[in-house]
């Protein structure tokens, strides 16, 4: 009697694991099948314990905390030198291009149609003559390609500042800012038109291009420092901030005189080709160029410490990242 209840409660017992066993293989059937659907892997068969270990490996890979993801920095430079160094660029290189046309070729960079005797040549003539040309050219599409995200860069940082005036201008300064950022973007484009179209190519198109260049120029100037006004209007400035103020309008007014000169000039070479009137003419560009340059130079002083980086990482973590100011090691 004893041994019968011993054997009969072995085989339940028995029965019981197997039908454990076969419950467990089961669900592990059918989550390895789940999880090879999902990664795409297109297993048509497995043992149990192989899908039990891969949907555990994906599973634990779906349910890790996004905190303890990395967050990885491909690129890191200091805004405030390629800045510098984008404003320095054209300055540089249109001194060079000045010194050796003078020097090397003299007679090519003094032709006028007045045939006058001239003794500064102008910015058309020598970046119109060979090399130069090849060197100002490589010059400026390094200026331009950095000029273009800065022009976003200025218009999110004057957005960011929105918050200090009254909410009633909110609206037309917010307009004002979006004004600047188009006069930013078409003397840029304008800027690379004078420079690949010369006027020993094509002299009509490159005067428009240049008149466009001129205008946008100034009115961009001009907005700037009124928009400058605008958000600094009772505010506690810094010495950086005062600073890129004060010579914005300086520069800005230097342009407007020199434009004036250059205008009065123009029309006494195109229309009277008086002695000296080209080179005077000429001056007058130089001294517009090279405002215009330092006008943009300012901007050392507008990010005197900010980073551009190329980050990549959770998309929920970048914020608190980027909150931090990275450090160059």
């Avoid at 040549?121 to 490589?138: D, K, L």
């Amino acid at each position: 009697m004893q041994r019968s209840m011993d054997a009969a409660t072995s085989s339940a017992s028995d029965s019981g694991k197997g039908a454990k066993t076969e419950a467990a293989a089961s669900r592990s059937d059918g989550v390895g099948g789940n999880s090879c659907s999902s990664t795409g892997l297109g297993l048509g068969s497995g043992t149990a314990d192989t899908a039990a270990i891969s949907t555990t490996t994906i599973g634990s890979m779906q349910q890790l905390d996004p905190k303890e993801q990395k967050v990885a920095i491909h690129f890191l430079a200091s805004f405030h030198e390629i800045c510098v160094v984008t404003a320095l660029l054209p300055l540089v290189t249109l001194f060079t291009c000045f010194v050796t046309a003078y020097v090397f070729q003299y007679d090519d960079v003094h032709e006028t149609h007045c045939r006058v005797y001239n003794i500064i040549p102008s910015i058309s003539a020598i970046t119109g003559v060979s090399p130069q040309r090849y060197f100002w050219r490589f010059s400026i599409a390094l200026h331009i390609g950095p000029r273009i995200p800065i022009a976003f860069v200025y218009k999110n940082y004057y957005r960011s500042q929105l918050e200090r005036i009254s909410p009633a201008l909110v609206p037309k300064t917010s307009l004002l800012i979006t004004v600047i950022l188009v006069l930013n973007c078409i003397e840029i484009a304008a800027l690379g038109g004078v420079t690949y179209i010369s006027n020993r190519e094509n002299y009509p198109v490159h005067e428009r291009i240049f008149i466009t260049f001129m205008v946008c120029s100034l009115c961009y100037m001009l907005a700037t420092i009124k928009l400058n006004g605008i958000l600094n209007a009772g505010q506690s400035l810094s010495h950086n901030q005062r600073q890129s103020i004060k010579w914005k309008k300086i520069l800005f007014i230097v342009s407007i005189l020199s434009t004036i000169g250059l205008l009065v000039f123009f029309a006494k070479h195109r229309f009277y080709c008086h002695d000296l009137a080209f080179s005077w003419f000429a001056f007058f560009e130089y001294l517009i160029a090279i405002a215009n340059m330092l006008f943009h130079f300012t901007i050392i002083w507008d990010f005197p410490s900010q980073f551009m980086i190329i980050v990549q990482g959770p998309r929920k973590n970048l914020a608190q990242y980027l909150s931090n100011r990275p450090k160059k090691d």
